[in-house]
């Protein structure tokens, strides 16, 4: 008996984390991304560069961590209205729209896991995400310019 129910067990224990780690690569934060330096006035931050479709589409989803002067920055292939959501994103975030010439058209708050629409309040050719509070800690508002954009590519 004793051996039937251990091997029961065994069995369903492995069918178990075979389910949580197929589970677990879908749920996974993608890889660190190259990254490129911006500045913001007197302020520098790193941000990775998601500029594929993939990549944009994936974000800091499932990320726990995020260091102070660190972002990611999102490059579209035109600029057009953006609206982001928090979907499977532990993180709470800011977010800022930014247009084609580099300025920031709005600046929005998120809360981690929400499906909460953030429109951008024009056409943007980025958005970059850092830590809640980042930008208003540091007195940034819509209308700054963000330096540096240039070395990001182009969105595909």
């Known amino acids: 008996m004793y051996r039937l129910f251990h091997g029961a067990t065994v069995l369903l224990l492995l069918l178990a984390f075979a389910l949580a780690d197929s589970t677990f690569a879908q749920?996974?934060?993608q890889p660190?991304?190259?990254?490129?330096?911006?500045?913001?006035?007197?302020h520098a931050l790193v941000a990775e560069v998601a500029a594929s479709p993939e990549t944009r589409e994936r974000?800091?989803?499932?990320?726990?961590?995020?260091?102070?002067n660190e972002g990611m920055l999102?490059?579209?292939?035109?600029?057009?209205?953006?609206?982001?959501?928090?979907?499977n994103?532990?993180?709470p975030l800011s977010i800022a729209f930014i247009d084609a010439k580099g300025k920031i058209l709005n600046i929005r708050?998120?809360?981690?896991?929400?499906?909460?629409?953030h429109p951008s309040e024009g056409e943007a050719l980025y958005a970059l995400e850092v830590?809640?509070?980042w930008f208003a800690q540091r007195g940034i508002k819509a209308g700054d310019r963000i330096q540096?954009?240039?070395k990001a590519g182009k969105g595909r």
């Open 131 to 133: 830590n809640r509070g």
């Open 32 to 42: 660190r991304l190259p990254t490129v330096p911006l500045s913001i006035g007197q």
């Open 148 to 150: 540096g954009l240039d």
């Open 59 to 68: 974000g800091l989803m499932f990320r726990y961590d995020l260091k102070d």
């Open 109 to 117: 708050d998120m809360m981690p896991f929400t499906t909460d629409g």
């Open 74 to 87: 999102f490059v579209f292939p035109a600029a057009q209205r953006q609206s982001f959501w928090m979907k």
């Open 27 to 29: 749920g996974q934060a």
């Open 89 to 91: 994103t532990p993180l």
